[in-house]
């Protein structure tokens, strides 16, 4: 039998590589060491990676495995599902892996400008209803520009063909150079040659589910630069048929912006 929520909860505080910040948290001790994570927590001039909307933790736990020369931050406000990834990491002994539970609306808070060098959206919520909280629309864009190295990447891999779409209408409204962008990931032979290995080998476990159903998962690897004005895109989109794994849609409208 698993571990129950609460229990985890009180692991977490426990975690000497989990910082709990959510918004409430914040608003009375706001987070000291913005601007220091390479000397205060990682202890190493590497560049930084951030993975938001972490779910389980799985994905930045095994970047880290990956690229020992890399430091990698997971970020998500539900702590019961990071425990996981957290929990791995210190049995592991990976120094280069730490968690923030904070809500992403706020995660300029906790970087200063140009700590961060990549960013990853895996299996992001794609928001279809709302604009603004979608994690690739120019409102985190331009959240993003605050800790992100002028031109930093940020990769997206999805199974929502709406979150994709409008994606892709964001980066060419605004000029964004893109590296590479697929469709069909594993099925496509150009990824081979233009994406990194763990992007292929690494799978999360929502992303494991969505090809069991036959789905096909998505990736696009961008850059931001810091001059460019955004704007977000005019267009409407055809909504996904589902909501979440094996949960229809509830709207019955078939596009949206």
């Not at 706020?106 to 990853?120: L, Q, S």
């Not at 929502?206 to 789905?215: I, P, T």
Request: net charge negative; charged share 25%; hydrophobic share 35%.
């Amino acid at each position: 039998m698993g571990k129950g929520k609460l229990a985890k909860f009180a692991d977490m505080e426990t975690f000497s590589n989990v910082f709990q910040y959510p918004f409430s948290t914040y608003e009375a001790h706001p987070f000291t060491m913005q601007g220091h994570w390479r000397d205060e927590y990682f202890g190493n001039n590497n560049p930084i990676v951030l993975e938001l909307g972490c779910g389980k933790g799985e994905y930045a736990v095994e970047l880290a495995r990956n690229y020992p020369d890399k430091n990698f931050i997971g970020v998500d406000i539900k702590g019961a599902r990071m425990w996981t990834g957290a929990s791995q990491a210190l049995n592991e002994g990976l120094k280069n892996v730490a968690f923030l539970r904070t809500n992403i609306e706020i995660i300029d808070r906790f970087f200063a400008k140009d700590e961060v060098e990549e960013i990853w959206l895996t299996f992001s919520d794609p928001q279809m209803k709302n604009p603004r909280k979608r994690l690739t629309s120019t409102y985190f864009m331009e959240r993003y520009r605050r800790f992100l190295t002028d031109g930093g990447t940020i990769h997206l891999k999805t199974d929502s063909n709406f979150l994709f779409t409008y994606t892709t209408y964001m980066v060419e409204r605004n000029g964004l150079p893109v590296d590479f962008r697929t469709e069909d990931l594993y099925h496509d032979s150009r990824s081979a040659m233009n994406v990194e290995e763990a992007t292929l080998s690494v799978q999360t476990y929502y992303e494991q589910m969505w090809m069991a159903r036959g789905l096909n998962i998505k990736y696009m690897r961008w850059h931001l630069p810091h001059s460019t004005s955004l704007e977000e895109p005019d267009v409407e989109i055809e909504l996904d048929e589902y909501r979440s794994y094996h949960r229809n849609k509830r709207s019955s409208l078939e596009k949206a912006k």
